[in-house]
């Protein structure tokens, strides 16, 4: 599976971004796929996520203000982040998992997420 992120940047607090990111394989045969953040020096944690049953689960730093969604037909999901505070900058990963009698997972390249005046 290949995933290829895009979006990210410079935002200043209290401003919106979007992040994108697109799975060479149909989304639908994931057993999971989301978002994970990594801020400097910390470990990676997941920010945002779809099962394979199509419900979701978030952070709860990050509830109220981060909405994951998808396009099943275009195999892409994407993170809408909103009220952006100091804290979500970081490195942000899609991640994908496959599971076919062992368990697989899948990393985007990562895209760099900045929130500073």
């Known amino acids: 599976v290949q995933l290829q992120a895009s979006g990210g940047g410079l935002v200043q607090p209290g401003g919106s971004m979007r992040l994108s990111c697109s799975s060479s394989?149909?989304?639908?045969?994931?057993?999971?796929m989301g978002w994970y953040h990594q801020a400097p020096e910390k470990q990676r944690e997941l920010v945002a996520g779809?099962?394979?049953?199509?419900?979701?689960t978030y952070q709860d730093s990050v509830k109220g203000r981060f909405t994951i969604s998808r396009d099943n037909a275009k195999n892409t999901i994407y993170l809408e982040m909103e009220n952006l505070k100091p804290e979500d900058t970081g490195v942000y990963y899609c991640?994908?998992?496959?599971?076919?009698?062992?368990?697989?997972?899948?990393w985007g390249q990562g895209t760099q997420v900045t929130v500073s005046s």
């Open positions: 779809f099962t394979r049953y199509g419900t979701t």
């Open positions: 991640h994908a998992q496959v599971q076919v009698k062992h368990t697989y997972d899948y």
């Open positions: 394989r149909n989304i639908l045969t994931l057993n999971e």
